[in-house]
């Protein structure tokens, strides 16, 4: 349980999930849109997306709480900086495999999205969407993920200039409505100051 490391140290950032690790996946970053061939319909839905967390935001903004918090998870592998901190919220139409019925009903795109995409579906576990939200000017530590075998798929709806995220030793720049798909167990430090943002 989390004890396992990829065995290739001539990468200088190893795969350390928190809680499980299946060997010889690959080491890969950010994964290339076109071996994803649902990214597009994500894409394109993008302003539709922003209307309705708008319609959120304006409703239930209460739903938003710390997207860090005790848990699976091992000792120095999550910085304290992270937990139950406010600078990085989230609010879950899906968390770990159940439905909030009342935000599906209004985020109706959203819903019927997810419906249509190869989510794996494991009861108590997975899948889990969200709205992700960072104050302006919030800077997300490094730290890596629960699971090597999984992708974490990120649409950015709101973001300001000069934003970015580091998954291992890949940068990318933030762009709304491009979506990225990447691997969390490697080392990820994230630098994204958006003021609202969308996972799934």
């Not at 890969?28 to 839905?45: M, N």
Request: net charge negative.
């Amino acid at each position: 349980m989390g004890k396992a490391e990829r065995e290739d140290e001539s990468q200088p950032f190893p795969q350390k999930p928190h809680a499980f690790y299946l060997p010889d996946m690959p080491y890969q970053p950010f994964y290339p849109s076109e071996e994803l061939p649902w990214v597009r319909e994500v894409e394109t839905a993008t302003d539709a997306i922003e209307a309705e967390l708008s319609a959120f935001l304006a409703s239930r903004a209460q739903a938003f709480a710390p997207y860090i918090h005790g848990g699976l998870q091992l000792p120095g592998q999550t910085p304290d900086t992270l937990k139950y901190h406010d600078n990085w919220t989230a609010a879950f139409l899906i968390h770990d495999g159940a439905k909030d019925s009342e935000w599906s009903a209004g985020c109706p795109t959203v819903s019927a999205l997810m419906d249509t995409l190869p989510l794996t579906a494991i009861k108590g576990f997975s899948p889990s969407v969200l709205f992700s939200k960072l104050k302006p000017g919030a800077r997300i530590d490094p730290h890596t993920g629960l699971l090597n075998c999984r992708l974490i798929c990120h649409l950015p709806l709101v973001e300001p200039a000069g934003c970015g995220l580091r998954v291992g030793d890949e940068r990318r720049d933030v762009v709304r409505g491009e979506v990225w798909a990447f691997e969390t167990a490697l080392t990820t430090k994230h630098g994204i100051t958006a003021q609202m943002t969308a996972s799934c």
